[in-house]
């Protein structure tokens, strides 16, 4: 005897609707308290907070441990915020190239490279040798340190913080979503336990209770995420850490070669230079002398 076959549809050959998972509906409900709990106006959320005042409804708070983290870690959000900031201001001085979103200086603007560019005029224009050839010395050392400085922010962002920004970018704006979320759906659930326990008929009980557990679901699915962020925050400190030592090296590196540039001019010229050369015992296969 041939077994019957369903339909590609999910239906069966007597016309049976397919059978909704119980997972799926439970995330559907879930989904559905969260987004009932953010469109909850601010009448709403006073009329909770009025119950709560005379007695009537109960107030949900955040555990107190739960709440230190949260804080914590918004905390350390808004540290690597402002410490990406500083970053930016030690490689990029000009605040109006930030202002523009870009850390590296528009083609020929960069401060040395118009200072070199100067230089340079001013040897073919208004010296003649040997002042001529001291201002030429220098155009080319200014021109060597732009070239340096250039290459250092180009990489600070795309490799040297690169993690850090993304962490202030696009977990930030989740952290704050979600935080928010979080917030809404405590008077949220105040609301839909009064609403349980006024409750006078079956109907309305099996109804307003399960419209209350979709809220405790809601607010458990946004409180584990939070947690998951804070309980990563010791290896993201980590990952930060060893970011800023790298970006703090290649820095002492384009310094000390900025330093041998402009000794390099001098000596050259003939003069004497009461420092010694700064030698750079290890450098970075992307750092190139």
Not at 105 to 111: D, K, Q, T, V, W
Request: charged residues 30%; aromatic residues 6%; positive net charge.
């Amino acid at each position: 005897m041939m077994e019957k076959k369903q339909s590609s549809t999910g239906e069966n050959q007597k016309g049976d609707p397919p059978k909704i998972d119980k997972e799926d509906e439970l995330r559907k409900q879930t989904r559905e308290a969260a987004e009932k709990a953010a469109k909850a106006g601010r009448v709403s959320r006073l009329m909770v907070q009025i119950k709560q005042r005379v007695g009537i409804a109960e107030c949900t708070k955040l555990e107190p441990g739960f709440e230190n983290n949260i804080d914590k870690l918004i905390f350390y959000h808004n540290a690597i915020f402002h410490l990406v900031d500083c970053i930016e201001l030690q490689i990029q001085v000009n605040p109006t190239a930030l202002e523009r979103r870009e850390v590296a200086a528009p083609l020929h603007e960069n401060p040395w490279e118009v200072l070199g560019g100067w230089l340079n005029y001013m040897a073919q224009a208004q010296f003649e040798a040997p002042q001529s050839r001291i201002l030429v010395k220098y155009s080319h050392a200014c021109g060597k340190i732009a070239r340096k400085e250039v290459h250092l922010q180009n990489r600070t962002r795309t490799v040297l913080i690169r993690k850090m920004r993304l962490y202030i970018g696009d977990v930030s704006e989740a952290l704050n979503k979600s935080y928010e979320q979080l917030k809404m759906l405590l008077p949220g659930i105040d609301d839909a336990r009064h609403h349980l326990k006024s409750a006078s008929t079956t109907k309305e009980v099996r109804a307003r209770g399960e419209a209350y557990l979709a809220m405790i679901r809601a607010f458990n699915e946004k409180g584990n995420e939070i947690q998951g962020w804070c309980d990563e925050l010791v290896i993201i400190v980590t990952v930060h850490m060893n970011e800023l030592l790298h970006f703090a090296k290649e820095l002492s590196i384009v310094h000390a070669q900025t330093f041998n540039a402009l000794y390099d001019a001098i000596h050259h010229l003939g003069y004497q230079v009461p420092h010694k050369r700064i030698v750079l015992v290890k450098k970075d296969k992307d750092q190139k002398e």
